[in-house]
């Protein structure tokens, strides 16, 4: 079974840059969507980036050209590298895991890495 490790994330100022790392212990990794999820006090989650199991990346519009996501299926990570970080990417980032099978579908999540940018 999947299990979704988030590590990384800290304080930073404005302008700065931050990587967060998502390890898994478990499961098939390379058959998963991975996506970064991130949810600010008062505010509904949100997911920021996406990769799929085949590789291709989407992102958010506010944050595109400054996260990068990757992933590497044969150390079970993936990483979103955060440039010209802002105040209001503030938030805890969730790592989520998920596939659709004939039948059933997989969705596992993280406990979550704090992000705190100051101004």
């Known amino acids: 079974q999947v299990q979704l490790v988030e590590s990384g994330g800290g304080l930073v100022q404005s302008g700065g840059s931050l990587t967060i790392t998502c390890v898994n212990s478990g499961g098939v990794f390379e058959l998963y969507d991975v996506g970064w999820h991130r949810q600010a006090p008062g505010l509904e989650r949100e997911m920021v980036a996406e990769?799929?199991?085949?590789?291709?990346?989407n992102y958010k519009d506010s944050i595109k050209g400054r996260f990068t996501m990757s992933r590497d299926n044969t150390k079970n990570t993936v990483t979103l590298q955060m440039n010209n970080l802002k105040p209001e990417d503030t938030a805890v980032y969730y790592c989520?895991?998920?596939?659709?099978?004939?039948?059933?579908?997989?969705?596992?999540w993280g406990q979550g890495t704090q992000v705190t940018v100051s101004s």
């Open positions: 990769i799929t199991s085949s590789g291709v990346t």
């Open positions: 989520n895991a998920h596939r659709q099978g004939l039948t059933r579908g997989w969705n596992y």
